[in-house]
């Protein structure tokens, strides 16, 4: 039996106050500190995981963590104007699709769970570099925001092709859709 939290579950909660943190923090250097705390909470909590087993909670925590502390952070910044309101809806699109996703599955009481896919995390290092270049105030944050717009939108694709066969339950009841994604 999985238990219900774990250290690498410890590590990803860090990345929750982290994001409450940021909205009051003004200086680009702590700024800067604050994703590159994020960014190796993020990657430590997956390896302590794959080490150390999953939890019941981590499944759960990790996207609501990275969620929380990417929205903060980019909010807080796109305040500074480097960005259109445009290009910082891009940047979060996926994230704003997949809770949407969730809380739809909650309410319709049919939740599914989707294990990472490369298009999200790429979605996830991309969010986390057009937030340095903005907070560097690097002449390359508008086109990093488009580009994590465009892998934004495959991800959101992606996701939803495997929500969409995991929802399709084969007729000799052998499994949903090649083991990609199932429900809950």
């Known amino acids: 039996m999985k238990p219900w939290v774990t250290w690498a579950d410890l590590l990803t909660a860090l990345r929750v106050p982290l994001g409450i943190a940021f909205p009051f923090v ?17 990657f430590f909590d997956g390896m302590l995981a794959r080490r150390l087993g999953p939890s019941r909670a981590g499944a759960m925590l990790d996207p609501v963590a990275d969620k929380v502390f990417v929205a903060a952070a980019l909010l807080t910044v796109a305040g500074r104007g480097a960005l259109h309101p445009v290009e910082v809806l891009g940047v ?56 994590t717009a465009a892998v934004g939108l495959y991800a959101i694709w992606d996701y939803g092709r495997a929500a969409t066969r995991g929802r399709r339950a084969p007729s000799d009841g052998a ?9 809950a």
């Open 26 to 42: 003004h200086r680009p250097a702590w700024q800067l500190g604050l994703v590159g705390a994020a960014a190796a909470s993020d």
């Open 92 to 147: 979060l699109a996926r994230d704003i699709v997949a809770v949407l996703g969730a809380l739809g599955g909650w309410l319709l009481r049919r939740p599914l769970a989707l294990p990472a896919r490369a298009g999200g995390k790429a979605v996830t290092v991309l969010q986390l570099l057009t937030l340095v270049a903005v907070i560097a105030d690097s002449a390359y944050a508008r086109r990093l925001a488009w580009a």
């Open 175 to 183: 499994g949903a859709g090649g083991g990609e994604a199932g429900p």
